[in-house]
Each structure stands twice: as structure tokens, then as C-alpha cells.
């Protein structure tokens, strides 16, 4: 059973725009096509790790990741839009903010 709260819409909004992100950066045929994969690939455990416990790293370490695949991808550049790529970044960091409690608020955490 999935308890639905603000942190896991957090996250799925992330994680679901870094994928779209990776996804772009996979169609366009601009240089960045190694980021693109490497984005997908972490954006989707990412979210299969949100749901499934058997994954290896924990959605902390795997939201890690993909901040750090998005800060790549935003200067690596290419032809796909940059704002996409800053929504995911602010979401995901907002979401490991929260989640690791360096900030509380009630109600959310």
C-alpha cells in the first residue's frame, strides 16, 4: 500500500520531469545524447525506487544522482529548452531538502 503525502508527489514531479528532460535530450540531435541516456537511467530508478524496496541504492542516494545528472545536462546544453531541466533541478532539490529533514515544515515532513 502507497501512502500518498507531499513528499512523494515531490518526488514523482522530479522525477517524472527529469525523465522528460532525458527523454527530450534523447530525440534532439544535439551533442548531449550520452546525458540523455545517463538522465533516463537514473530519473527511472529514481521513481521505481519510490515504489519498489528491492532497489539498490535508496531514493535518497538515487535523488543524489539525478540532481547531479540534471546540473550536467543543464551545462552541457544541446537544443532542448533549459526549463524543464531547472523545474526538475529546483523540485528535486526542494524533495532532498525535505526529506532528509535540514528543513521542517508541519504539515509536509
Avoid: Q
Wanted: proline share 4%; no cysteine.
Amino acid at each position: 500500500m502507497i501512502t500518498l503525502s507531499w513528499l512523494l508527489i515531490l518526488a514523482l514531479v522530479g522525477g517524472a520531469l527529469a525523465l522528460v528532460d532525458g527523454i527530450w535530450r534523447l530525440r534532439a540531435r544535439g551533442g548531449s545524447t550520452i546525458v540523455g541516456v545517463i538522465e533516463v537511467i537514473v530519473a527511472a530508478l529514481f521513481l521505481l525506487s519510490l515504489f519498489i524496496p528491492g532497489i539498490p541504492w535508496g531514493p535518497i542516494v538515487l535523488g543524489v544522482a539525478t540532481l547531479i545528472a540534471l546540473v550536467v545536462a543543464l551545462f552541457a546544453g544541446g537544443r532542448t529548452g533549459r526549463g524543464v531541466t531547472i523545474a526538475a533541478i529546483v523540485v528535486i532539490a526542494i524533495w532532498l531538502v525535505l526529506v532528509n529533514h535540514w528543513l521542517v515544515i508541519p504539515g509536509i515532513n
